[in-house]
């Protein structure tokens, strides 16, 4: 019989994310196909109350808590105690969580602890046989594997984004508080704040409903035989700026700046996508001056609507890559829609 442990944190103003009610909605289908098993969940964060009673519903048979100033950011010291503090509270066999930045650095370790089994980038939970079975990525993205582990406890890094998030009703939910024994380390370090890009300065954000991607093309000889990044900087803002859409970028355009040439000067490795580069997994996504050739698609799969622009109608995204392709100057197309976007806002 297994102990389905879905293990969350809550975000610094006390509400669960997306990802978590991803991961909880993942929990919950396994606990429904796997005969004989227990949903139980478990919180970490300055106060797990209201976040538990956000999921009441859920059906879990227990919810369990550590909770205070301790758990307020993420720190490798406390998060690891809490996890495992939790973990051996309820005797978890199958540990399964959101893959943010918070758990993906902690939870690996936590399972040595327990000379368990940890796996990242899970997209898929099922049941074969009588065994919990996950899908999960490998070669950069290329290959899908399904695969069991008789190892226990086992725990698993769903993938954000590719779930459907849990929905229910909100109640009241008990929380049984555990003990958390910190390390002497913790005492010794203090968290004393975040340093972060203003606002206007984001250019990544994972929940936005678009994508929108740069190719090696803004950075190259235009009609006039010049170069014309400042306007292609300054294009690519202000369409950033009126969608709040996110931004990608293919490889080629990234490594530019290695090579000497001109490039766009927010761009870093965090906004590749592709082969080697992030699975984006927004609903919407439109390319601009990309090859469209499959090294940089490959990260498009999980993207359910795709358009391109490109002057080059036997590119690699005319080849059935994109859902509909504009045969047009980028240029001219971004500034004409920035003028609507404009208007529309105004």
């Given at each position: ?16 994310p ?11 289908s ?21 976040a ?5 519903s ?24 809490a ?10 066999t199958v540990?399964i ?52 582990r ?8 769903v ?27 913790c005492?010794r ?44 900087e300054?294009?690519?803002r ?10 990608g970028s ?16 927010f ?17 919407k ?10 090294p ?14 490109s ?36």
């Amino acid at each position: 019989m297994e102990t389905i442990f879905c293990l969350l944190h809550t975000d610094t103003d006390g509400s669960l994310p997306k990802a978590a009610l991803e991961t909880l909605g993942a929990a919950k289908s396994l606990n429904a196909a796997l005969a004989g098993s227990t949903l139980v969940v478990g919180l970490v964060g300055v106060d797990v109350q209201s976040a538990a009673n956000r999921v009441a519903s859920c059906g879990a048979k227990k919810f369990v808590g550590a909770a205070g100033a301790d758990f307020a950011q993420a720190r490798y010291a406390t998060d690891a105690a809490a996890a495992e503090a939790l973990c051996r509270s309820v005797l978890a066999t199958v540990v399964i969580a959101p893959a943010t930045s918070r758990w993906s650095r902690v939870l690996p370790g936590v399972a040595q602890r327990f000379n368990g089994r940890a796996d990242t980038h899970v997209t898929g939970l099922a049941v074969s046989g009588s065994a919990v079975a996950i899908n999960r990525w490998y070669y950069r993205q290329r290959m899908e594997a399904q695969m069991s582990r008789t190892q226990r406890p086992w725990f698993l890094l769903v993938d954000p984004g590719s779930q459907p998030a849990w929905q229910g009703e909100a109640g009241v939910a008990a929380v049984e508080a555990v003990a958390v024994n910190l390390p002497e380390a913790c005492q010794r370090t203090t968290v004393t704040g975040l340093r972060e890009p203003a606002a206007d300065a984001q250019t990544i954000r994972p929940d936005a409903n678009l994508l929108f991607v740069t190719g090696a093309g803004w950075t190259k000889k235009q009609a006039d035989g010049q170069t014309h990044v400042p306007e292609a900087e300054k294009l690519i803002r202000d369409f950033l700026n009126l969608t709040r859409a996110s931004l990608g970028s293919s490889k080629s355009l990234v490594d530019l700046g290695g090579e000497g040439q001109a490039v766009l000067a927010f761009l870093t490795h965090l906004n590749q996508i592709g082969q080697t580069g992030s699975t984006p997994r927004h609903p919407k996504g439109l390319s601009t001056c990309c090859h469209g050739e499959e090294p940089h698609t490959v990260g498009w799969r999980f993207i359910s609507e795709r358009r391109a622009i490109s002057l080059d109608p036997n590119c690699g995204w005319a080849r059935g890559k994109a859902d509909v392709l504009y045969v047009a100057d980028a240029f001219a197309v971004m500034k004409r829609v920035n003028e609507l976007l404009a208007q529309k806002a105004g």
